[in-house]
T-cell receptor
Framework: GENVEQHPSTLSVQEGDSAVIKCTYSDSASNYFPWYKQELGKRPQLIIDIRSNVGEKKDQRIAVTLNKTAKHFSLHITETQPEDSAVYFCAASIAGGFKTIFGAGTRLFVKA | SQTIHQWPATLVQPVGSPLSLECTVEGTSNPNLYWYRQAAGRGLQLLFYSVGIGQISSEVPQNLSASRPQDRQFILSSKKLLLSDSGFYLC???????????FGNGTRLTVT
């Protein structure tokens, strides 16, 4: 089955700096890659997603890139703010399937 | 618009007691429904998913079971809770395949 690995597990940046979180997946049939943000004690919420027919997608300060050949995808947050502090999860969904498999999460700290 | 309701928000149960968590979705028909578990400080583990009434797929052999008695109702149960069943339980739904998960607010279960 699909396996998603996520790095780093913890990331600390200064306010205004950029943050990058990287994920790899194992099943080449995966074709949908969402990213979720989870604040302490709350539910995960979708922040951006990308499909395998696209190499990059951007939404204001957040961007995601996908390298299908290498089976890598990354989340980029620019001009980080303290409210970006949270746990971020990458995920992969297998084409034609119903399951979304998550990475282990990255705890992002943005220091003011 | 679609909404997902999950209850209770918190639950403290003794070892060996039964469990029933309920989730309902409004504003959509024939959703795919999911139960995820999140141990403290950990990632999201898929427990069960359902693509229709009475159709349940189990991802992890365990002390839990799931049922879908109605199109938009998903129930997670246990006959006898174990200490290891403690965690944050999240119900979620999706539309067609490869669409984002929409999570409920979660149930924090503590087994004592």
């Amino acid at each position: 089955g699909e396996n998603v690995e996520q790095h780093p597990s913890t990331l600390s940046v200064q306010e205004g700096d950029s943050a990058v979180i990287k994920c790899t997946y194992s099943d080449s049939a995966s074709n949908y890659f969402p990213w979720y943000k989870q604040e302490l004690g709350k539910r995960p919420q979708l922040i951006i997603d990308i499909r395998s027919n696209v190499g990059e997608k951007k939404d204001q300060r957040i961007a995601v890139t996908l390298n299908k050949t290498a089976k890598h995808f990354s989340l980029h947050i620019t001009e980080t703010q303290p409210e970006d502090s949270a746990v971020y999860f990458c995920a992969a969904s297998i084409a034609g399937g119903f399951k979304t498999i998550f990475g282990a999460g990255t705890r992002l700290f943005v220091k003011a | 618009s679609q909404t997902i309701h999950q209850w209770p928000a918190t639950l403290v149960q003794p070892v060996g007691s039964p469990l029933s968590l309920e989730c309902t979705v409004e504003g959509t028909s024939n959703p795919n429904l999911y139960w995820y578990r999140q141990a403290a400080g950990r990632g999201l583990q898929l427990l069960f998913y359902s693509v229709g009434i009475g159709q349940i797929s189990s991802e992890v052999p365990q002390n839990l079971s799931a049922s879908r008695p109605q199109d938009r109702q998903f129930i997670l149960s246990s006959k006898k809770l174990l200490l290891s069943d403690s965690g944050f339980y999240l119900c979620a739904w999706t539309g067609p395949t490869n669409s984002p998960l929409h999570f409920g607010n979660g149930t924090r279960l503590t087994v004592t």
